[in-house]
């Protein structure tokens, strides 16, 4: 009997093969013999400071869009739930309150929106035109290259903060078209080679059009 069960793990010896992990260990091979990191253990400081790190890099990479696989690769909506959060929450006081007012939640509201409808609505173009990427990879890269223009409504708010003349009007526009056309550039770079020969340029005027119009909201929004 001893025999028979040892013969039949000599036969089939992939049976009882297998990689061992030990509990509490934070690495373990993968599928292709490559360490795999686990985060089940992790301290909740170095999986923010981790995440935030990324979050980092992604945006090191909208300013100098040079490298294109850690958006495209490993995406993520942290980037642009910040960048969203802090230009609806900039922009909600463009509107001068009244006694009838809410606070600028209205503003804060049509802001965020705005952003999230308009992401969809060009990645949603971009795949009906047979784009060989990821809805979530479009948003994520729509998301993160707001950076630009979300700088660009920052220096603008400071500006307003001083008495308003014709020379800083312009210079708000002139960052502000800036901030736009570095914006649109760097989405194009990580979403153009994923787009058909004969649509790109189909494919990147909705782009074009989306940081226009938040650029709009940029240079007209003035003090409260």
Request: with cysteine.
């Amino acid at each position: 009997m001893n025999e028979a069960k040892l013969d039949m793990f000599d036969t089939y010896p992939g049976s009882v093969e297998g990689e061992m992990v030990v509990p509490g260990s934070q690495s373990a091979l993968g599928p292709d013999g490559k360490l795999e990191f686990n985060t089940l253990d992790e301290p909740i400081k170095d999986t923010v400071l981790r995440d935030l790190k990324a979050v980092g890099t992604k945006f090191f990479h909208v300013l100098y869009p040079k490298e294109k696989a850690s958006l495209l690769k490993e995406w993520d909506l942290w980037g642009p739930l910040l960048l969203c959060t802090l230009m609806a929450t900039v922009l909600q006081g463009s509107a001068e309150q009244t006694p009838n007012s809410n606070d600028g939640g209205p503003e804060f509201a049509e802001v965020f929106v705005l952003v999230w409808i308009g992401s969809l609505i060009v990645t949603l173009n971009s795949k009906l035109l047979g784009g060989n990427i990821s809805f979530f990879q479009s948003v994520c890269v729509l998301g993160y290259c707001l950076l630009p223009t979300a700088i660009a409504l920052l220096i603008c708010r400071i500006i307003l903060l001083v008495n308003q003349t014709t020379f800083l009007f312009f210079l708000r526009l002139v960052i502000t078209i800036f901030g736009f056309c570095w914006a649109t550039f760097a989405s194009t770079a990580f979403l153009g080679d994923s787009q058909p020969t004969g649509k790109k340029a189909l494919a990147m005027y909705p782009i074009g059009l989306f940081y226009f119009i938040i650029s709009w909201l940029v240079i007209s929004h003035t003090s409260s």
